[in-house]
């Protein structure tokens, strides 16, 4: 892979990654953590800001006393996302099945899946996650950023560039 695709397709992967525990239908930045468990908040923020290894470290700590089911949620769901930002798939594949037997239909669950399996070249199992994704939370841009990276890892677009190095 080329090095600009490479960084391309990294900041696709942090981007989509960095919007999943967030807000949907156009508030994909906005945290939805609980003012009272401060980890939780510095983990999201941290994880917003980039910084993939402090985010993991707050939200593990956030989790420990998380103190309802919506914490627990959104906490998780930021975990793998810090997971997927970190190349630890399989940690992060693992808070996402966390959360999906608890609620089968938490979009951003689904979406962080998604992008799992794309990473991992299980196209037609993203293809599944984003189409229920989609159907809960029609407006969610990491949805339509996964989505994006699926396509280009499916049908990928090849550059035409034609250089003329005669004298």
Known sequence: MSRVRSTTVRRAIAFAALCL???AYGQEYRLPVAAQNIDLQEGAAALLAGDADEGVKKTLAGL???SNRNDRLTG???????????ARYEDALQQCEKVLAEDPDHWRALTNRALINVLQGSYDKAELDLD???????????????????????????????IDDRD
């Open 76 to 86: 998780t769901s930021n975990l793998c996302a810090g997971y997927i930002l970190l």
């Open 132 to 162: 229920r994704a989609e159907e809960l939370a029609p407006q969610a841009l990491s949805i339509k950023n996964v989505r994006s990276l699926l396509r280009d890892r499916r049908e990928p677009v090849e550059p035409i560039i034609i």
């Open 64 to 66: 420990k006393y998380a």
């Open 21 to 23: 525990g967030t807000a």
